[in-house]
């Protein structure tokens, strides 16, 4: 039997990403790890309802930008007030794609990662 623990982001800039879910998701970080030659940082952020994680690595000294391809993933949240998310989503200029017909919104990451918003239903 297997249970969902985490899903991993890998960005350029720990801190304005820290930031960004902070603002947007309420995400906040549960654990860090460092490693001791400073090569990578790690934070696993948080919903405080759930046991799921968002890994955020952060690779020392990387200086190109991550290919997502055609961004064919995404991480998905569901939103417990839909209309006040959207409209702080709307004013950060965060919103990269609408689906009006079901309902849903996407969300862009600074990195470039879409998260998709889904009314509690």
């Given at each position: 039997m297997f249970s969902f623990n985490h899903f991993n982001?890998?960005?350029m800039d720990l801190d304005r990403s820290l930031a960004?879910?902070?603002?947007?998701?309420g995400l906040e970080p549960v654990?860090?790890?460092e490693a001791p030659d400073g090569s990578f940082t790690i934070v696993f952020l948080g919903d405080k309802m759930t046991?799921?994680?968002l890994e955020l690595t952060y690779l020392a000294g990387r200086e190109a930008?991550?290919?997502?391809?055609?961004?064919?993933?995404h991480l998905a949240m569901l939103a417990e007030d839909?209309?006040?998310?959207?409209?702080?989503?709307?004013?950060?200029?965060?919103?990269c794609y609408e689906n009006t017909?079901?309902?849903?919104?996407f969300?862009?990451?600074p990195d470039g990662y879409w998260i998709e918003i889904i009314p509690k239903r």
């Open positions: 982001f890998n960005v960004f879910y902070k603002e947007a998701l654990r860090r790890m046991g799921f994680m930008a991550y290919d997502l391809g055609e961004c064919e993933y839909y209309q006040a998310a959207y409209a702080r989503h709307k004013e950060m200029g965060v919103i017909a079901m309902g849903i919104y969300i862009q990451d």
